[in-house]
């Protein structure tokens, strides 16, 4: 199985902040990733899918990036409602996984 | 837009079967693949498997030897059974759709709000 590794796995940050989360694979995935945004009790939501393409309504102030083994998910500008929990997935090959996620504390 | 909504028991004895079942507006069913993910409380997101409505299948090779997947085009719902529980099974069990993309690449979108599925006697 294809192993994802999220880093921070917590990171305190404010309104305002440009902050980056990273996901590394252990093998290359070319841009077969995606990022989710899950909040509190909720079911999960795609933000991103081909490493770097953004959902039809997710805003702007998302960007993914990266190929092969590296991959990074930045927000421009935290805003309040972007303090969650973030997962990236791998799509490349069954079974497909998921990071541990990277929790978005104020 | 496509909503998703699981059902079924919430708690389940170890041993038995868990089922649940996940319906599916306001979509063209047979356009796309289906499929389940669970997350144990506090803890990540584990992807069991999907299906296709021709009953095609993909299992986490993880559960395969104690999962079904099966699909009822007819009522626009697909089921997950996963027999011989324990209490490591116990989670939030989720419903998605597949999306494919360019290339093969896939992702889950939208998913259904979950459903707590207690293994416990």
């Known amino acids: 199985d294809i192993q994802m590794t999220q880093s921070p796995s917590s990171l305190s940050a404010s309104v305002g902040d440009r902050v980056t989360i990273t996901c590394r694979a252990s093998?290359?995935?070319?841009?077969?990733l995606n990022w989710y945004q899950q909040t509190p009790g909720k079911a999960p939501k795609l933000l991103i899918y081909?490493?770097?393409t953004l959902q039809s309504g997710v805003p702007s102030r998302f960007s993914g990036s990266g190929s092969g083994t590296d991959f990074t998910l930045t927000f421009s500008s935290l805003q309040p409602e972007d303090f969650a929990t973030y997962f990236c997935q791998q799509s490349y090959s069954s079974p497909f996984t998921f990071g541990q996620g990277t929790k978005l504390e104020i | 837009q496509v909503q998703l909504q699981e059902s079924g028991p919430g708690l389940v004895k170890p041993s038995e079967t868990l089922s649940l079942t996940c319906t599916v507006s306001g979509d063209a069913f047979s356009k796309y693949y289906w499929t389940w993910i669970r997350q144990p409380p506090g803890r990540g997101l584990e992807w069991i498997g999907y299906v296709y409505h021709t009953g095609s299948t993909n299992y986490n090779p993880s559960l395969k030897s104690r999962l079904t997947l099966s699909v009822d085009p007819s009522s626009n719902q697909f089921s997950l059974n996963l027999s011989s529980v324990t209490a490591a099974d116990t989670a939030v069990y989720y419903c998605a759709r597949v999306v494919f993309g360019e290339s093969s690449k896939n992702w889950f979108d939208p998913w259904g709000q979950g459903a707590l599925v207690t293994v416990s006697s």
């Open positions: 081909g490493a770097s």
């Open positions: 093998l290359s995935i070319s841009t077969y």
